[in-house]
T-cell receptor, first 111, second 112 residues
Framework: QQPVQSPQAVILREGEDAVINCSSSKALYSVHWYRQKHGEAPVFLMILLKGGEQKGHEKISASFNEKKQQSSLYLTASQLSYSGTYFCGTEIDQAGTALIFGKGTTLSVSS | DAGVIQSPRHEVTEMGQEVTLRCKPISGHNSLFWYRQTMMRGLELLIYFNNNVPIDDSGMPEDRFSAKMPNASFSTLKIQPSEPRDSAVYFC??????????FGPGTRLTVL
C-alpha cells in the first residue's frame, strides 16, 4: 500500500519553513526519508523507527506518530540547496523488508 | 569509493526489442534493489536481492521483465519484448543490510 504524501508541491523563499507529511493506511515499522535533486539519484536523509525518537539532519528533522501511522518532515530556515523532491519510504513489518515509496513532494526554494 | 554503477545511462529502443540494464553494487553490499520511476507512479520497487538471492519480485510488472544476480558484484534487469509503457528511469540501489540504500545514477529508457 503506497503511502500518501502531502502536499504534492511546496514553493518557498529562502529562510521559510515547510512541513511534508507521509501517511499510511497500515501500521508502520519504520519510515525512511530521501531527497532527490532534479536529474539525480535519491539520497538517504534519515530513518525513523517505531518507538524511536525524532531525528534530525542539519536543519531538517522528522517525527513519527505510530498511532496515526504518519511521519512529518520539517524543513527549517530553508536554503536553496533544499530544493528537490522528497520521498518517504515505509516498511510495514520489520526492518530489512522492501520499502514502499510515496509519490514525492517537490520543494522549490528561491532567493 | 565508487558508488553504484549503472549502464547504460540512456537507452533508446524500438518496441519489441530486448533491453538489458546493468548494475554493479557497492563492493561489500549484500542487498540490491531495482526500482522504476515514472511521473505517474513515482518510485516503484521491482525486485530485490539479498546475498544474490531474489527475495521479493512482486513488483515485477509482468513476465516480460526478468532480473538476475549471478554474483555479488553484478545484476541485470531485462525487458523482452519492450513496450512504450516501459519508458521510465530505472534505478539500482544497494545496501549493507542497514536502512540506507545507495542509489545509482539511473538508466533513462525510452521505448519508441
Amino acid at each position: 500500500q503506497q503511502p500518501v504524501q502531502s502536499p504534492q508541491a511546496v514553493i518557498l523563499r529562502e529562510g521559510e519553513d515547510a512541513v511534508i507529511n507521509c501517511s499510511s493506511s497500515k501500521a508502520l515499522y519504520s519510515v525512511h526519508w530521501y531527497r532527490q535533486k532534479h536529474g539525480e539519484a535519491p539520497v538517504f536523509l534519515m530513518i525513523l523507527l517505531k518507538g524511536g525518537e525524532q531525528k534530525g539532519h542539519e536543519k531538517i528533522s522528522a517525527s513519527f506518530n505510530e498511532k496515526k501511522q504518519q511521519s512529518s518532515l520539517y524543513l527549517t530556515a530553508s536554503q536553496l540547496s533544499y530544493s528537490g523532491t522528497y520521498f518517504c519510504g515505509t516498511e510495514i513489518d520489520q526492518a530489512g523488508t522492501a520499502l514502499i515509496f510515496g509519490k514525492g513532494t517537490t520543494l522549490s526554494v528561491s532567493s | 569509493d565508487a558508488g553504484v554503477i549503472q549502464s547504460p545511462r540512456h537507452e533508446v529502443t524500438e518496441m519489441g526489442q530486448e533491453v538489458t540494464l546493468r548494475c554493479k553494487p557497492i563492493s561489500g553490499h549484500n542487498s540490491l534493489f531495482w526500482y522504476r520511476q515514472t511521473m505517474m507512479r513515482g518510485l516503484e520497487l521491482l525486485i530485490y536481492f539479498n546475498n544474490n538471492v531474489p527475495i521479493d519480485d512482486s513488483g515485477m510488472p509482468e513476465d516480460r521483465f526478468s532480473a538476475k544476480m549471478p554474483n555479488a558484484s553484478f545484476s541485470t534487469l531485462k525487458i523482452q519484448p519492450s513496450e512504450p509503457r516501459d519508458s521510465a528511469v530505472y534505478f539500482c540501489a544497494s545496501s549493507l543490510g542497514g536502512p540506507e540504500q545507495f542509489f545509482g545514477p539511473g538508466t533513462r529508457l525510452t521505448v519508441l
